[in-house]
């Protein structure tokens, strides 16, 4: 069976780097066949300096025949539209993070996809991490129990303003969608998910504190989940220094965590249901149930996983394989960032999932009490997504 040729969309830092990773890593399983990008000089320069044809366009490009797949690392707007596009063009699409800006806009990309029969899989390359394997894994043979409470943190994303000054689009609703939440934090999301689950539930606080943006810069997130007996919390922030970056999983069997050392594991000697329920113990010292931490092995990272993860993608397109990571995941973490942004709008706890509506009008709000206003990529891509969406009702296709 032929390589899956591959076309990347979106030629900025991300699109680079999976276009020279490809063309790097060239194998039976997949190849770099082509790039795009509006900015043309881009395009002219990766083409030449990889050897690929290059477009001036995404439509160009999925019109051309020179691939079957495309990884989509568009500004944060087109992903949906450009999703679409693709698909109907018959391209299998792995996506650069986030999915999309909202839960409808998500949804649109997914049905897409369904109803031309292509595969949507997500860059969520964090998941590829031997210690987050190990973690997972952990989970689902059981070694540490029923999972009582799952925490995320990470504010080592330190960002001068010269960073959300660099790029006109950044730090802006019309640009970017949010902030530290839409940005930098939806890799931590993913984890949290991946290990925890989907909460029925969220309460958020979102804050700017010191840059000059219009959106937020720190979030705190505390989920609910359908057994009462669970909790979930989520810090993230890029104004902090020095920060940490941190995913916590406790069970009734043992608790493990992710951090700047390495994972490491405490087993309870006994489960800790039978511990408080059954310990003859009265005193807070006797009764208290000790465990040692204990390092875990894991093999080191050996990349960022950007490349690996186009590969696996290429695996389940050829070989039916499991996917990484596919578009339900990639919903799964808009959703919880959509309920964010609504309950800290709201001030109260949002159920989940979030009805898009009420997020399109969370977002207007939004984007209306900014004191400055990036390039306006909001509207463009939600009229190109109106746009598809009424063409692909009058042909019987996916509607959103």
């Given at each position: 069976m032929s390589p899956l040729r591959f076309g990347v969309v979106g030629l900025g830092a991300i699109g680079e780097k999976h276009a020279r990773g490809l063309a790097a890593t060239a194998s039976r399983h997949c190849v770099l066949s082509a790039v795009a990008c509006a900015v043309p000089a881009n395009a002219d320069r990766l083409s030449r300096d990889l050897g690929v044809p290059g477009f001036a366009s995404a439509e160009?490009?999925?019109?051309?025949?020179?691939?079957?797949?495309?990884?989509?690392?568009?500004?944060?707007?087109?992903?949906?539209?450009?999703?679409?596009?693709?698909?109907?063009?018959?391209?299998?699409?792995?996506?650069?993070?986030?999915?999309a800006v909202t839960v409808g806009a998500a949804r649109h990309a997914i049905a897409a996809c369904r109803a031309q029969r292509v595969a949507l899989g997500m860059v969520f390359q964090q998941r590829l991490r031997p210690a987050a394997q190990r973690m997972r894994a952990l989970i689902d043979e059981g070694s540490i129990g029923t999972v009582v409470r799952i925490e995320a943190t990470c504010s080592n994303w330190t960002r001068t303003q010269a960073y959300y000054n660099a790029s006109p689009w950044?730090?802006?609703?019309?640009?970017?969608?949010?902030?530290?939440?839409?940005?930098?934090?939806?890799?931590?999301?993913?984890?949290?998910?991946?290990?925890?689950?989907?909460?029925?539930?969220?309460?958020?606080?979102?804050?700017?504190?010191?840059?000059d943006i219009e959106v937020e810069n720190t979030a705190e997130i505390l989920c609910g989940y359908p057994s009462p007996d669970a909790f979930g919390h989520v810090y993230v922030t890029?104004?902090?220094?020095?920060?940490?970056?941190?995913?916590?999983?406790?069970?009734?069997?043992?608790?493990?965590?992710?951090?700047?050392?390495?994972?490491?594991?405490?087993?309870?000697?006994?489960p800790l249901r039978e511990h408080l329920l059954h310990c003859p113990a009265a005193g807070s010292e006797e009764g208290r149930l000790a465990a040692d931490w204990?390092?875990?092995?894991?093999?080191?990272?050996?990349?960022?996983?950007?490349?690996?993860?186009?590969?696996?993608?290429?695996?389940?397109?050829r070989e039916g394989t499991p996917m990484v990571a596919d578009g339900a995941d990639g919903l799964r973490q808009v959703e919880l960032t959509n309920a964010a942004y609504l309950s800290a709008h709201r001030h109260r706890p949002v159920p989940l999932p979030v009805s898009a509506a009420a997020v399109e009008r969370c977002l207007d709000v939004s984007a209306r009490g900014g004191?400055?206003?990036?390039?306006?990529?909001?509207?463009a891509a939600a009229r190109d997504l109106r746009a598809l969406a009424r063409s692909g009702a009058a042909k019987g296709g996916e509607t959103v």
């Open positions: 160009a490009l999925f019109a051309s025949g020179a691939c079957d797949a495309v990884i989509v690392a568009t500004p944060h707007y087109w992903h949906p539209p450009l999703v679409v596009r693709a698909a109907r063009a018959g391209l299998h699409v792995l996506c650069e993070k986030p999915l950044r730090g802006t609703w019309d640009g970017e969608g949010g902030g530290v939440l839409m940005n930098q934090a939806p890799h931590t999301l993913d984890l949290f998910l991946w290990l925890g689950g989907m909460p029925s539930s969220v309460f958020a606080r979102l804050a700017t504190r010191i840059h890029t104004a902090q220094a020095p920060g940490i970056d941190r995913v916590l999983v406790a069970g009734e069997r043992a608790t493990m965590e992710l951090g700047a050392d390495g994972l490491r594991l405490a087993r309870l000697p006994v204990e390092p875990l092995a894991c093999e080191p990272d050996r990349d960022d996983g950007h490349t690996r993860l186009a590969h696996a993608f290429a695996r389940h397109i004191e400055r206003s990036g390039p306006d990529l909001r509207q």
